[in-house]
């Protein structure tokens, strides 16, 4: 079980001003929390890659973590449990031991937007990170896209016209070199709490990623 970050990925940038003034505002407000871009976090050799869409205030800003401390890992990390992914039902800190195999997860803007709403030219800005990692995934995989914004960087990180793929939860899109992108509603407080989202509803997702996963034989690649 390996728990690593991956090269694709900038602890320094700044390449957009809004977020790097935010979060220098951040950090000074809150001394004690991670404040920069949020590394992506899992198996660097995972099959599985899920993409979520930023860093939240009080979540992986907080921890350095994707998904750690804040609502939208709950289900996450329990629903990674329950498929074998992780070894442990809770992301709560760095140094909790918590570990994934076979999983990696990133965030299509790696740095804490304001009110949780990247611009378009941020993401567009942030897209040559996903790509990297996108180009870094073993053949075959599968990608998770946690909603639309996430959906929609990862055709971008392909070089995909946006319209020839509909996103929809557990709509399934073949990409190229052996890549399945799978959509699913975000994992937020409000999605789940207003029961657009069920954990039965996202376990379904992650039952159809693991299936693509088995049939392309992704263990023995």
């Known amino acids: 079980m390996l728990t690593t970050n991956t090269a694709a990925f900038d602890p320094d940038c700044r390449s957009c001003p809004r977020l790097a003034t935010f979060l220098d505002r951040t950090g000074l407000k809150h001394p004690d929390?991670?404040?920069?871009?949020v590394a992506p976090f899992g198996d660097p050799g995972a099959h599985l890659l899920i993409v979520g869409l930023a860093p939240g205030m009080h979540g992986a800003n907080a921890t350095g973590r994707p998904f750690t401390g804040d609502y939208a890992g709950i289900l996450l990390y329990q629903t990674l449990f329950d498929f074998g992914f992780s070894n442990k039902p809770?992301?709560?800190a760095l140094d909790d031991g918590l570990g994934l195999s076979d999983c990696r997860i990133t965030n299509a803007v790696k740095c804490l937007p304001p009110q949780n709403k990247p611009?378009?030219?941020e993401i567009k800005q942030c897209n040559r990170f996903l790509q990297q990692e996108l180009d870094s995934l073993?053949?075959?995989?599968v990608i998770i896209g946690l909603g639309k914004i996430a959906h929609d960087a990862v055709l971008r990180a392909f070089n995909r016209r946006l319209s020839a793929f509909t996103f929809g939860h557990g709509n399934i899109h073949e990409l190229e070199n052996g890549r399945t992108?799978?959509?699913s509603y975000h994992c937020s407080r409000y999605n789940t709490q207003?029961?657009?989202l069920t954990p039965a509803m996202f376990g379904e997702v992650f039952r159809t990623a693991k299936g693509l996963m088995d049939n392309a034989d992704c263990q023995g690649k």
Not at 33 to 37: G, S
Not at 138 to 141: L, T
């Open 138 to 141: 073993p053949d075959p995989a």
């Open 33 to 37: 929390y991670h404040a920069r871009p």
């Open 194 to 196: 207003t029961r657009r």
């Open 90 to 92: 809770v992301s709560v």
């Open 119 to 121: 611009q378009l030219d």
């Open 181 to 183: 992108l799978v959509d």
